[in-house]
């Protein structure tokens, strides 16, 4: 299976800082990578897909890139909104397996 | 507009059953690659199930393979997951997702709003 291996598992910002938030793949899943921010009592929300493209209605201090093994998905100038656990995931080869996630807390 | 809906959860005993549904409305459901995910709370997301359109292919994770099995009625608009053998490792909020194709890549652009399964004796 791949596994995917999300870093910080955790990270303190303010607001209008940028954050970075890193996925990596043990294996390539070429641009087969999806993030999904998560709120507390909430679904998943879609972020990015396809490594780098921007879900609709999704803001765009949100941006992704990256692709083979090594991803990024980065929010510039913070939100109040923003604050929550983002998951990255990929969907090349089953098990589409998810990385253990980011809480983005505020400083 | 898209709307997953599960239902099904609740307490279940260890080595029983449980059969969660979710209703699918909004979009031709019969097209859709569609999945089953689980969270325990409090902890990270994880894939368990997929089923293609005809329900020609599906995939499971290692860890409900054998024990639980994904179906769907395309003339009900519904998804489901049979779960057999539950343990207490199954305590999760359960999700169902759709499946998009974007970028010539497929991924989980809507969500059901989970439901809670609990195995406790």
């Known amino acids: 299976d791949i596994q995917m291996t999300q870093s910080p598992s955790s990270v303190s910002a303010s607001v209008g800082d940028r954050v970075t938030i890193t996925c990596r793949a043990t294996q390539h899943v070429h641009i087969w990578l999806a993030w999904y921010q998560q709120k507390p009592g909430k679904a998943p929300n879609l972020l990015i897909y396809?490594?780098?493209s921007l879900q609709s209605g999704v803001p765009s201090r949100f941006s992704g890139s990256g692709g083979g093994t090594d991803f990024t998905l980065t929010i510039s100038n913070l939100q109040p909104d923003d604050f929550a656990s983002y998951y990255c995931q990929q969907t090349y080869i089953f098990p589409h397996t998810f990385g253990g996630g980011t809480k983005v807390e505020i400083k | 507009e898209v709307e997953l809906v599960e239902s099904g959860g609740g307490l279940g005993q260890p080595g029983g059953s449980l059969r969660l549904s979710c209703a699918a409305s909004g979009f031709l459901f019969s097209t859709y690659n569609m999945n089953w995910m689980r969270q325990v709370p409090g902890k990270g997301l994880e894939w368990l199930s997929y089923i293609s359109p005809a329900s020609d292919t599906v995939h499971y994770a290692d860890s409900v393979k054998g024990r639980f099995t994904i179906s769907r009625d395309n003339a009900k608009n519904s998804l489901y997951l049979q779960m057999n053998s539950l343990r207490d490792e199954d305590t999760a909020i359960y999700y169902c997702t759709r499946d998009v194709r974007g970028s010539g890549t497929y991924f989980s652009d809507y969500w059901g709003q989970g439901t809670l399964v609990t195995v406790s004796s």
């Open positions: 396809a490594a780098s």
